[in-house]
């Protein structure tokens, strides 16, 4: 009470300051701890000492009931002769109580943070981390997510630390109807269902309030255009710019919708560069999902650190599961969407699971020959029709095939054979549904490997991609553009992923690269591992 007494009324004293500079501050460098009781009521406490640079308290110690608490660099008490490295924080349990002892300066009254610092902003009556911490990352259903903080009801906010698909935010001149979006459709449709324990998602207001300012920093949402509560949602232009914008942990280097409309036919999405602009919803930009999860859902391990190698003590924080436990079974009984598999050496991302129980896979990476990623046109003769015979899909169900498998016929063994790959023509600002339609496709093809469709899980840019498996800052320097299955309207044209984490569609003549897809056969089993990416699922 006393550490937030103090702030708050020496941020308040910067405020009058700055209207009046000729009033005469008490929060300076030479800060005397007699002031102290001009500032809040110490009752049968006292002050030690008290140093304040100018912007933050650096030194804090207090008596009260013949015991010592001083403060330490993380924001806690060390009391009496404990030192403050030895102030111990929680890294298992219920997760608001394990963000609250690592970031204790989230705490909230539903009113916004308790006490005010460089680490926090107010939004919405939630509290919520600022800046660029290390720490907040957390596994969870087969994704990455990043902790954002706590909301005002208690629960905690998360979002992904990737696009988990690039398509069209809405129909023209939609934008601000969120409630009828392609995106929120997708988010609580078709990514809800993939989640492993989706029940610890609460549904909650989602705010989507029109600002012409790029700059935008509102804390509250005077005027919701959307009347529909949901369990997805996306992030903010306010909420991105108050945590920080280009220089925060939200910027990945990806081009990212938010929710915030700019007109109605606009909507504000943050680019590569980290900054935000405003295009026409039928744009094809990147969808990173936004979840509150309940208070008391529980946390089994990590510090929430990102590595090359993660374990219970060092790595993410593991959300309502257990990864420390090395799984067996069938691989369509044990996967989900996101998680990692490795098969015949290589890494891949689990897909979906189709009707047949059958495992579709993405490779986390692109086909290289002579240890450099290959491009290729979509087709030499001018069509975006996907062949085992020609072009892209010979190259797949050839070259590409004897690359995955170490052209072994055991591994090959493992995989559909024929399985069945749709195409349907795809233009520009339809809905993903048409994309992933499998009742009247434009075409169908059996082949053994093919290529992700717009619309479907993971049809963007993977995180462990971007950060060149956790061992670096999040670019998209380290991804590829790559061809998709998907057919543009126009015979000559067919849909990519770029580098940058948007999709579009181009001449079939132009060269890009490959990520192949393959299906698993439903009898597969696991032997190892634990879906993560550190500790793949051997098949």
């Given at each position: ?5 103090i ?7 910067d405020v009058?300051y ?6 005469a501050?008490?929060?300076?460098t ?8 001009e500032?809040v ?7 030690i ?10 030194e804090?110690v207090i ?11 993380n924001?806690?008490?060390a009391?009496?002769d ?8 929680i890294?298992?349990?219920p ?8 970031f ?13 610092t460089?680490?926090?902003?107010s939004?919405?009556g939630?509290?919520y981390?600022k800046?660029?911490p ?13 902790i954002?903080?706590?909301n005002?009801?208690g ?12 398509i069209?935010?809405?129909a023209?001149?939609?934008?601000e ?9 997708w988010?609580?449709?078709?990514f ?8 610890i ?11 012409t300012?790029?700059n935008?920093?509102r804390?509250t949402?005077?005027?919701n255009?959307?009347?529909e ?7 903010t ?14 910027n ?16 504000w999405?943050?680019?590569?560069d ?10 094809t930009n ?9 208070s ?10 990102l ?9 993410p924080?593991?959300?309502?599961e257990?990864k ?7 691989l ?7 998680e990692?598999v490795?098969?015949?050496g290589?890494?891949?991302?689990v897909?979906d699971?189709?009707s047949n129980?059958?495992i579709?896979?993405?490779l986390d990476?692109y ?12 087709n030499d003769?001018?069509t ?31 995989l559909?054979?024929?399985y ?19 009742e009247?496709?434009?075409r169908?093809?059996q ?14 840019q993977?995180s ?6 956790y ?7 380290n991804a590829k553009s790559?061809?998709t ?16 984490g948007?999709?579009?569609?181009y ?25 993560t990416f ?6």
């Open positions: 009470m006393i550490l937030g007494g702030n708050n009324y020496c941020a308040t004293e009058k700055q209207l009046d500079n000729s009033y501050k008490i929060c300076t030479s800060l005397d701890t007699e002031k102290v009781k500032m009521n110490l009752g049968n406490a006292d002050i000492s008290i140093n304040y640079d100018g912007t933050k308290l650096t804090l008596k009260s009931n013949n015991h010592k608490f001083t403060l330490c660099s924001g806690q008490f009391m009496d404990e030192e403050c490295d030895a102030v111990a924080v890294t298992t349990g997760i608001k109580d394990v963000v609250l002892s690592n204790p300066y989230l705490e909230t009254n539903g009113n916004g943070c308790v006490t005010s460089e680490n926090n902003y939004y919405m939630g509290c981390i800046g660029n290390t720490n907040n990352s957390i596994w969870y259903s087969g994704f990455l997510w990043r954002m903080g706590i005002a009801d629960t905690v906010r998360l979002i992904t630390d990737e696009n988990v698909t690039a069209p935010w809405g023209d001149d939609t934008a109807n969120w409630d009828d979006s392609y995106a929120k459709d988010l609580n449709n078709y809800y269902s993939r989640l492993k324990g989706n029940n998602i609460k549904e909650e207001t989602w705010c989507s309030e029109t600002t300012d790029g935008s920093t804390t949402c005077t005027n255009l959307s009347t509560t949901a369990k997805v949602g996306l992030l232009l306010d909420e991105y710019n108050l945590v920080g914008g280009s220089s925060s942990y939200l990945i280097g990806q081009y990212q919708w938010t929710m915030t409309p700019y007109s109605s036919s606009n909507a999405y943050v680019s590569e980290g900054y935000s602009y405003n295009n026409s919803v039928s744009d990147g969808l990173r999902a936004v979840i509150n999860v309940n008391n859902v529980t946390i089994t391990g990590g510090n929430g650190t590595g090359a190698t993660w374990s219970s003590q060092a790595g924080y593991i959300l309502n257990d420390n436990v090395e799984v067996t079974g069938k369509n009984e044990k996967s989900t969407s996101g990692y490795l098969f015949a290589k890494k891949y991302r897909v699971k189709d129980g059958n579709k896979l993405i990476g086909y290289e020959e002579d240890g450099s990623i290959f491009e290729m046109k979509y003769t001018s975006n029709e996907f062949s085992t015979t020609t072009g892209i899909g010979q190259k797949l169900n050839g070259d590409v095939l004897n690359w995955l498998t170490n052209n072994n016929d055991t591994e090959k063994a493992k559909v054979s024929d069945t790959w749709y195409q349907n023509n795809f233009g520009y600002g339809q809905s993903y549904t048409v994309s992933l339609n499998e009247t496709p434009t169908s093809i082949a053994t490997v093919g290529l992700i469709r717009i619309g479907e899980m993971l049809s963007s993977s462990s991609i971007l950060t060149n498996g061992n670096g800052t999040s670019s998209y320097n790559y061809w299955m998907t057919p543009y309207t126009s015979s000559s044209s067919a849909w990519y992923v770029n580098e940058d948007y999709s579009y569609y001449s079939v003549s132009l060269t890009y690269g490959l990520r192949a897809v393959i299906v698993i056969k439903s009898d597969v089993e696991i032997i190892s591992g634990t879906g550190s500790n793949p699922y051997q098949i």
